[in-house]
Nanobody, 127 residues
């Protein structure tokens, strides 16, 4: 089993920044990719960003490109999301996710492709 723990959420004004972390523990060998997703009230969970554990290839949702940066520290089994120029529409619960085995997709962006999920951390951006 793998456990994922997110941290770093909170309340920030529009234009501000927040940094999220996700630490993986347990059976973390053979990690293929990790990703961030978010879910706002009344909406479906949506892709934010993802990163290949080996090689560091990344992918971003169009809505966060040039504002958010995903990174990872393999030695700490930790993934990060630096969020800048935050907007009220970024308000959501942010979840980290982990995929163990490879897929045909270089960087998986679909929730169903991930095996493990964290509990989520709330990000609220006030206008």
């Amino acid at each position: 089993q793998v456990q994922l723990v997110e941290s770093g959420g909170g309340l920030v004004q529009a234009g501000g920044s927040l940094s999220l972390s996700c630490e993986a523990s347990g059976r973390t060998f053979s990690v293929y990719a990790m990703g961030w997703f978010r879910q706002a009230p009344g909406k479906e969970r949506e892709f934010v960003a993802a990163i290949r554990w080996s090689g560091g290839n990344t992918d971003y949702a169009e809505s966060v490109k040039d504002r958010f940066t995903i990174s990872r520290d393999n030695t700490k089994n930790t993934m990060y999301l630096q969020m800048n120029s935050l907007k009220p529409e970024d308000t959501a619960v942010y979840y980290c996710a982990l995929r163990r085995g490879p897929t045909i997709v270089a960087v998986p962006t679909t929730p169903r492709l991930y095996d493990y999920w964290g509990q989520g951390t709330q990000v609220t951006v006030s206008s």
